[in-house]
């Protein structure tokens, strides 16, 4: 069993930047895919972003690249999204996940990550 517990979130300005983490605890394979996720309310959760547990594969959602960056530090079990240039339509409920299953690190739903954190706020005014 893996739990997931993310922070960071808030309240920013268009063009600020917020970094959100996810602080993973239980057994992590180093198999694991980490991604993470956003909701906005009246629509679907959608994929922005994942890494391998241990590797430096990443992928992105188109909307992110170029402004988000997913990474990891195995030595603090966290997981961390860098977010710059945000702006409003990023507002979300964001959250981490974990896939147990996936070789590679490509978009997948969320049907496909099998443990998830609670979300953290993002709220971005214009």
């Known amino acids: 069993q893996v739990q997931l517990v993310e922070s960071g979130g808030g309240l920013v300005q268009a063009g600020g930047s917020l970094r959100l983490s996810c602080a993973a605890s239980g057994r992590v394979y180093s198999t694991y895919v980490m991604g993470w996720f956003r909701q906005a309310p009246g629509t679907e959760r959608e994929f922005v972003a994942a890494?391998?547990?241990?590797?430096?594969?990443?992928d992105y959602a188109d909307s992110v690249k170029g402004r988000f960056t997913i990474s990891r530090d195995n030595a603090k079990n966290t997981v961390y999204l860098q977010m710059n240039s945000l702006k409003p339509e990023d507002t979300a409920v964001y959250y981490c996940a974990a896939d147990r299953f996936s070789v590679d690190v490509v978009a997948r739903p969320p049907n496909e990550y099998d443990y998830w954190g609670q979300g953290t706020q993002v709220t971005v005014s214009s």
């Open positions: 890494i391998k547990w241990r590797g430096d594969e990443t």
